[in-house]
């Protein structure tokens, strides 16, 4: 089997929201799924950070398309290698991992679909059936609104709820958040890099009332570990991070620093599954929670999931609780009273719903005719 070609599709597909209404909801409007092609008619499916979709896509295009047609889909690590490597010179990090992140992504449902067998059978077998979604939501303006949509999320079934607010109003957002769901719902913070150290350790002294299942970037650069190291040996809260990190060598440096109690890798950020794989491997062996990262509704969310349910220590999928207009893939993973699944289908367990891409589609592209 050869890979005969590559391209992405960008997509504007709008959140549906209910009321209140987010502080950001165009930023989640956008996604781009990548599609690999071979010659034996098998295709495979992956998804980008799409916030640069241009640049991403033109990376794919420029780079890895000619480096990876006519190569054996089957041999992902080394090309996965092979892509890591022209990285060099012009950034490791960032757009060219999101990009190779995707199409690594969509190597592993050529294989699975090749095999006839679901990724999770491919990489550990199912350790559980099923497992826990937390609704991750948007940023909303004030803290009664953020405790008000907790509960409409809870009301669906959910069991946890992750806010996501700011500098000025997170501690109050999350006691606002507690009053409405009482004690039985879990609870994360997630304040996106808000807080300087000093910050960080006064404001965590004041939620450790309202027991969050973690704190996630509280400091901001994230990768401040040796301030993220501080803040652990002075608050009961677990600390969680790692979305914005990248491959296994980046984690090393963030677990030997004992910055986190719980590692959040994002599959189409920080390197693929294989990398994610890695990851996994070295939180067992310094004994931290896992969960991993996936506030994005394409094929990210199924390899997601199924990283997550072929592993022990994964207890947490991240779902955007707030659904899109249309989904463009089917299932859409989405949870079921507060769980979600894979199906028992090969590679990972979706198809490409093509009337909604057709209709989303973003017609002209910065890269020429990168995009349908």
Known sequence: MKITDIKTIALKIPLKEGSPVSAYPNRRRVHLIVEVSTDEGITGYGESIPFTYGSVGGYIEQQLKPLLVGENPMHVERLWDKAYRVSFGHGIRGISLNALSAVEVALWDIIGKARKLPVYEMIGGLCRDKIKAYASLMEY???????????QWVEKGYKAVKIHQGRSDAVESTKAVRDAVGDDVEIMLD???????IEAIKHAKTLERYDLTWLEEPIWPVDDYASLARLREKTSIPIAGGENEHTHHGFRNLITQNAVDIVQPDVIMTGGISVCRKIFALAEAWNLGIATHSFFFGPGVPASVHLSLSNM????????AVPLEAFFITPAYRPINGYVTAP???GLGFEIDWDIVERYAVKESPTGSLYY
């Open 191 to 197: 304040v996106n890099g808000a807080w300087t150290p």
């Open 141 to 151: 303006r004030k803290p009664e609104e953020v405790g008000k949509i907790s509960v």
């Open 344 to 346: 028992n289908k090969p």
């Open 313 to 320: 220590k994964s207890e947490w999928v991240e779902i955007n």
